[in-house]
């Protein structure tokens, strides 16, 4: 059977994503988490295993599911699910651009994610520095990563508005960081294009930095 095809082209953790995204959808949250917390545990055990995924997008859906569901409090664990879950989400963007289910789920991870992602953005953000600018750095670190991850979700959103007229609470998140914009949080960008391009480069350093720490490295020890 075609069924049987597919299962044997998948990988194990892209069965348990699809097997977790299919209770979901029947409203079977407990079933649904066991999923989650069991593809969790593979990828920490073999984190090599994302290097041959066939369906990021499963998976970056499946880990995005593990924020939405609080799978975890522990500040660690969920700057790992929303690290995998952003690279993931990035590589399924990167073979379907015009997908705005992806972008959708990406805005996801950002706003669920944001407390634990921000560790990720400050490790990109503060890269290269010397010293003396790294303890510069430091003392606005929280700012300064939280303010990016804004104009990352800003970039997604003007990507796709369809997402933010089908859903209020993008539309609202979209409508409060253009205020962002009209009170110069993002200098040295000004405009909404300039916010757009400055969002643009953190979504390619993220990806570079997330591509080469998980997938090269296989270091998900967030």
């Excluded at 799978?71 to 073979?95: F, M, P, W």
């Excluded at 997604?156 to 998140?173: A, G, L, N, V, Y």
């Excluded at 405009?191 to 270091?219: C, F, M, P, S, W």
Aim: aromatic content about 10%.
């Amino acid at each position: 059977s075609l069924r049987h095809i597919n299962l044997m082209n998948m990988t194990e953790i892209e069965i348990l994503a699809q097997e977790a995204i299919k209770n979901i959808e029947h409203r079977n949250t407990k079933d649904t988490n066991i999923l989650l917390v069991n593809l969790y545990r593979t990828v920490q055990d073999t984190p090599s295993c994302l290097q041959t995924v066939n369906d990021y997008a499963l998976l970056g859906k499946s880990f995005t599911l593990m924020l939405c569901n609080q799978l975890s409090n522990d500040i660690d664990t969920l700057q790992t699910i929303s690290s995998i879950a952003y690279l993931c989400l990035s590589k399924a963007i990167e073979q379907q651009p015009n997908n705005p289910n992806l972008y959708k789920d990406r805005l996801l991870v950002m706003n669920i994610g944001h407390n634990a992602f921000k560790y990720t953005i400050m490790s990109i953000l503060s890269q290269g520095m010397d010293g003396f600018s790294s303890l510069m750095f430091q003392s606005r670190a929280d700012i300064q990563s939280r303010d990016a991850i804004w104009q990352m979700e800003f970039s997604d959103m003007e990507k796709h508005t369809s997402i933010c007229s089908s859903f209020p609470f993008f539309e609202d998140r979209r409508k409060f960081i253009i205020d962002k914009i009209q009170r110069q949080f993002f200098l040295p960008a000004k405009t909404k294009n300039e916010v757009i391009a400055q969002g643009e480069e953190l979504h390619e350093k993220t990806y570079k930095y997330l591509t080469r720490r998980i997938l090269v490295e296989e270091d998900i020890d967030f």
